[in-house]
């Protein structure tokens, strides 16, 4: 009896893990991908178009392992950066040699380059292509913080990645004397100069992935440990495409310098304006959120701090003109602190990760125009009388109860209130007055 329901339950637990094995496979998933189950090995090709940081690192990690889980032939990465974090590029690199499918990095299409943290990737990897018109290397390390280095802290960091680059490029066999100029002197290499140097820095060049798979199917790969090699046969393997997952992209894309300095400039706006308006709510939660990703963003950047100073000081600039009288002064200083808070905000050598002018112009023209708005609607209401308190009765009309001379106080009906009233000329009773003072809790008023 016992062992018959011990059976039943046996199967009915198989049965439920084969249904919920099922389930997880019909799972949507941006970076999931099946292996066919019959047939040659297949090739899994990824996309990476951004600067190397933690969040491009991630989607590359996540597609070796699931090339070494599904036993794929190659895992093919087609790269364009400008470049990166060394730490996010020594992960990555890190993965690459300990991973049991070859790795190939093809810079590509056309047009493209894999510079700094980009070149240390195409060293690493077990496979190297570039198509017509790309180049490599720059690598030349810069602060991550933006500051300027000083010659001792510089030198200590290129020979630091350039002797991290001299091991990459002798374990792959690859030009150790280029492979440090790249780092030392910040040479750049097209396809063919990287191809011709003896020894070379890549192994082909090829047009398109279709093309590189082509071109590798038979050619025999030596592994990093110089003892593994790895015959690819990737003519006919079918390409398993993987792409970043929609968190992957969102955070990858505000990584953007410019995107960076948008969300910095809304989320100082947004305060803002919640400050100034106490319980709008909404400004002050946009303003918070965007200023939360502007803070992961930046510290994927070689930010320079100054600059973050600089926009932070025009914008205690151009709020303190809502309260200090300095005839514009303010304002203009404010101006210009954000201006050349703007213009230093990311410091890099890489085109690509620095702002663009005819971006944060337009993005500073409208934020101080919201700025002086507020400013000018906070001046107006400055303006305004008075309605609540004492200074509220001042110029106000009102008709006298009783007599009212200098040395006879009487009484006053005024703002919907009868108070003490003197004046320095005699009033008689039922004449209409005006308030010109108020001491303590009695009026000084004239007639009209």
């Not at 240390?120 to 810069?142: E, F, K, N, Y």
Request: net charge negative.
């Amino acid at each position: 009896m016992i062992t018959a329901g011990v059976r039943r339950l046996v199967r009915a637990l198989g049965a439920s893990l084969v249904l919920l094995g099922a389930s997880v496979a019909l799972l949507p998933s941006a970076t999931r991908a099946q292996e066919p189950s019959s047939g040659p090995r297949a090739v899994y090709s990824a996309e990476v178009d951004s600067i190397i940081h933690p969040v491009s690192a991630e989607f590359m990690i996540e597609a070796i392992n699931q090339a070494d889980s599904a036993g794929a032939a190659l895992v093919v990465f087609t790269l364009r950066t400008p470049g990166g974090l060394v730490d996010s590029t020594r992960t990555i690199v890190t993965r690459m040699l300990s991973a049991t499918t070859p790795v190939a990095v093809f810079i590509g299409p056309s047009g493209a380059r894999a510079a700094s943290a980009g070149f240390i990737l195409a060293i690493a990897s077990d496979v190297t292509a570039m198509a017509p018109g790309t180049h490599i290397g720059a690598a030349h390390p810069v602060s991550g913080g933006g500051e300027p280095m000083d010659e001792v802290t510089s030198k200590k960091a290129a020979e630091d990645v350039a002797a991290y680059v001299r091991t990459l490029a002798t374990g792959r066999q690859r030009n150790v004397a280029l492979a440090e100029e790249a780092v030392n002197l910040s040479r750049a290499f097209t396809e063919t100069e990287a191809l011709e140097a003896s020894p070379p820095l890549i192994d082909l060049i090829a047009s398109d992935i279709p093309d590189l798979l082509k071109k590798l199917d038979g050619r025999t790969v030596r592994r990093f440990d110089g003892k593994t090699t790895v015959v690819l046969a990737t003519a006919e393997a079918p390409v398993v495409t993987l792409e970043m997952s929609l968190r992957q992209r969102v955070l990858s894309a505000i990584a953007h310098p410019n995107i960076a300095y948008l969300l910095l400039s809304l989320g100082m706006l947004g305060l803002t304006i919640e400050l100034w308006t106490p319980g709008a709510i909404l400004p002050g939660v946009v303003g918070g959120l965007c200023l939360l990703l502007a803070f992961f963003a930046l510290q994927l950047l070689p930010v320079n701090y100054a600059g973050v100073l600089l926009i932070v000081l025009g914008m205690v600039l151009l709020g303190l003109e809502f309260v200090v009288a300095s005839y514009g002064l303010l304002t203009a200083g404010g101006i210009a602190s954000l201006l050349f808070g703007s213009m230093i905000l990311v410091d890099s050598p890489s085109p690509e990760m620095q702002l663009n002018l005819r971006f944060v112009l337009p993005v500073l023209v409208g934020f101080v125009g919201v700025a002086l708005i507020l400013i000018k609607l906070g001046l107006a209401a400055q303006r305004q009388p008075a309605v609540t308190g004492v200074g509220a009765l001042i110029g106000e009309h009102g008709e006298a109860l009783t007599a009212i001379g200098p040395t006879a106080p009487g009484r006053v009906a005024t703002h919907g209130e009868i108070w003490q009233a003197t004046s320095v000329e005699p009033i008689p009773e039922g004449a209409r007055i005006r308030v010109v003072d108020v001491t303590g809790l009695t009026l000084t008023v004239r007639q009209e």
